[in-house]
Nanobody, 121 residues
Framework: QVQLVESGGGLVQAGGSLRLSCAVS????????MGWFRQAPGKEREFVAA???????YYADSVKGRFTISRDNAKNTLSLQMNSLSPEDTAVYYC???????????????WGQGTQVTVSS
């Protein structure tokens, strides 16, 4: 069983930055495709970014150029650096272990509990 724990969420003003982290249990983190998703109230969960085993990165158009996904295989940690935040980025952010590099959440098998990000205007 893989366990994921997100941290780093909070309240930030528009234009500010936050860095999310996701600690992943297990000895095979380096073999996992990893992704970040978010869900705002009343909306469906949406793809944010993903990173392959070889650290190829893929972003949603809405965050491209502002967010950076990265992984530290030595620490079993996934990160999401978020810059130039806007109120539209307000959501619960989830990290997930994927079966393949995809925007489709159905390809992700394990999920964290989420961390709230709130951006004030």
């Amino acid at each position: 069983q893989v366990q994921l724990v997100e941290s780093g969420g909070g309240l930030v003003q528009a234009g500010g930055s936050l860095r999310l982290s996701c600690a992943v249990s297990g000895r095979t983190f380096s073999s996992y495709v990893m992704g970040w998703f978010r869900q705002a109230p009343g909306k469906e969960r949406e793809f944010v970014a993903a990173i392959s085993v070889s650290s190829y990165t893929y972003y949603a158009d809405s965050v491209k150029g502002r967010f950076t996904i990265s992984r530290d295989n030595a620490k079993n940690t996934l990160s999401l650096q978020m810059n130039s935040l806007s109120p539209e980025d307000t959501a619960v952010y989830y990290c997930a272990v994927g079966l393949r590099l995809s925007e489709d959440p159905s390809y992700y098998a394990y999920w964290g509990q989420g961390t709230q990000v709130t951006v004030s205007s």
